[in-house]
């Protein structure tokens, strides 16, 4: 099973997001066993964020793990804009910390930029860090110069991950900020990785995927989970409220692509070849 470093932890380059679930009451208990059934197949990561549901993402992560040893998961979660503040941000990280049911995170990110300096933003992390309710911090959806800007502040260096949108259908990350990431050791997670709605049918449905699945007799989700984390410094963090589905993405982790058939994705699914926006949705 291909596994990355995170903060000086190793976990598995499959986990489970969270996005969506716990926003329904009636897929509750099936959401919840998704998750356990996805731990049980290996996964160690799960990814979620206040935003998410207003907490009811968190909530529902918190009833799945009660009986799981917390010691042998790595929970992200993510503090809004808005409450990224010196005055906000603390009392925000102990709303999440509860409805999750832990004294910590392992890996703490800053969802998106917003309006409050990123300088404070930092400091804070950094504070809350210090006070053991978080043992990394990382940031979401920043670019290449965003990235640059951190590195620029005190102890921006010590960020765990960024956090962005990749998949075989948007590849704009790799022209300049994938490298970078490599080059200074910083762990990329994506999020969204087998695409979403109709772009998501466009590619397990797209006639290469489906033969180069058929011949490692796995599924083109598999497939595309298996593209994404290639590179060995790639988390993707795949959502399902299916226990089959969410099984069959962390197995996904023990798929090995050849030279031949990643050529083929790229004539499909072609690299960047300038800088394109942030993909951000």
């Known amino acids: 099973m291909r596994e990355l470093t995170i903060g000086g932890t190793k976990v598995p380059a499959i986990g489970l997001g969270t996005w ?9 208990s099936q959401e919840i066993k ?6 049980e197949a290996g996964a160690k990561v799960i990814d ?5 549901g207003n907490g009811r993402s968190e909530s529902l992560i918190g009833e799945a793990i009660r009986d799981l040893n917390r010691d042998n998961l790595f929970i992200i979660d993510k503090v809004l804009p808005s409450n990224a503040s010196r005055n906000r941000l603390e009392h925000s990280l102990d709303t999440s910390l509860k409805l999750v049911g832990t004294d910590y995170f392992d890996l703490y990110l800053y969802h998106w930029r917003g309006a409050v300096p990123l300088s404070e933003t930092v400091e804070t992390l950094q504070a809350m ?38 998949n075989i259908g948007s590849r ?10 490599r ?19 466009r590619l397990t449905t797209n006639k290469v995927v489906k033969e180069i699945a058929a011949a490692h007799q796995a599924t083109p989700w598999q497939i595309i989970l298996a593209w994404a984390i290639r ?34 994705i790229d004539k499909e699914f072609p690299k960047p070849t300038s800088k394109e926006p942030l993909d951000i949705r």
């Open 231 to 264: 590179d060995g410094n790639t988390l993707a963090i795949p959502q399902s409220g299916d226990p089959k589905h969410a099984v069959d993405n962390v197995k996904a982790a023990s798929l090995a692509l050849a030279a031949d058939e990643l050529a083929e």
């Open 34 to 39: 998704a998750l356990q059934a996805g731990i």
């Open 172 to 181: 704009g990350v790799e022209y300049s900020l994938l490298p970078w990431q």
């Open 129 to 166: 860090q210090k006070k053991g309710k978080i043992k990394h911090w990382g940031v979401s959806n920043f670019d290449l110069p965003d990235m640059e800007e951190l590195f620029d502040l005190p102890g921006g260096n010590e960020v765990a991950a960024n956090e962005d949108l990749y």
């Open 183 to 201: 080059d200074q050791g910083i762990p990329f997670i994506a999020y969204t990785p087998v695409g979403a709605g109709d772009e998501r049918g």
């Open 20 to 28: 969506h679930m716990g926003d329904h009451p009636a897929t509750r």
């Open 48 to 52: 979620t964020a206040e935003m998410y």
